[in-house]
T-cell receptor, first 113, second 112 residues
Framework: EPEVTQTPSHQVTQMGQEVILRCVPI?????FYWYRQILGQKVEFLVSFYNNEISEKSEIFDDQFSVERPDGSNFTLKIRSTKLEDSAMYFC???????????FGQGTRLTVV | DQQVKQNSPSLSVQEGRISILNCDYTNSMFDYFLWYKKYPAEGPTFLIS?????DKNEDGRFTVFLNKSAKHLSLHIVPSQPGDSAVYFCAASMEYGNKLVFGAGTILRVKS
């Protein structure tokens, strides 16, 4: 069964460093997303991406964040200068249609120290 | 952001009985609803969805009911199995939107 894969599964970084979280969405999907879940809190939407551009972003997704689809298979989330409060599980998701079912990856646990 | 609410943090059910998980929403623009299941250290796994043009959708042991006038949906699991023990999230999206809005989740424990 096709699945969304994320690497790494766990990333520890020092405050102020840049991190790149990587995702391989399901191959025939056209819509890509990043969500995050801070420990003990809800799963929160960060950004959606379609046709090589951001289609929607949340207030959380400020200038420190960027997304890219560098080739036909990868989808990345970059955090330029990490803060302690960026520590969370980051989930990549993809869907075939805009309002279709979003399939999630297993997540990357980001720990900023 | 309290647009999607799951007011029961946890639910405990005996194996073989029915589990009923509830979800309320406030935004009348939501028209597509999904339930996800999540195990620790894993991503959410899609279970079942329902469009606002329906009031019921069934898939095996899982049935989702939607009451638009009450802005309420529920997930029924019959019969419940120990492997169903997980966190269940309700999520909603709007017709012209791109994102899912999640509830806080309900921890389901199925006792054998």
């Amino acid at each position: 069964e096709p699945e969304v894969t994320q690497t790494p599964s766990h990333q520890v970084t020092q405050m102020g460093q840049e991190v790149i979280l990587r995702c391989v969405p399901i191959s025939n999907h056209l819509y890509f997303y990043w969500y995050r879940q801070i420990l003990g809190q809800k799963v929160e939407f960060l950004v959606s991406f379609y046709n090589n551009e951001i289609s929607e972003k949340s207030e959380i997704f400020d200038d420190q964040f960027s997304v890219e689809r560098p080739d036909g298979s990868n989808f990345t989330l970059k955090i330029r200068s990490t803060k302690l409060e960026d520590s969370a599980m980051y989930f990549c998701a993809s869907s075939e249609e805009r309002q279709g079912v979003a399939f999630f990856g297993q997540g990357t646990r980001l720990t900023v120290v | 952001d309290q647009q999607v609410k799951q007011n029961s943090p946890s639910l405990s059910v005996q194996e073989g009985r029915i589990s009923i998980l509830n979800c309320d929403y406030t935004n009348s623009m939501f028209d597509y609803f999904l339930w996800y299941k999540k195990y620790p250290a894993e991503g959410p796994t899609f279970l079942i969805s329902i469009s606002s043009i329906k009031d019921k959708n069934e898939d095996g042991r899982f049935t989702v009911f939607l009451n638009k006038s009450a802005k309420h949906l529920s997930l029924h699991i019959v019969p419940s199995q120990p492997g169903d023990s997980a966190v269940y999230f309700c999520a909603a999206s709007m017709e012209y939107g791109n994102k899912l809005v999640f509830g806080a989740g309900t921890i389901l424990r199925v006792k054998s």
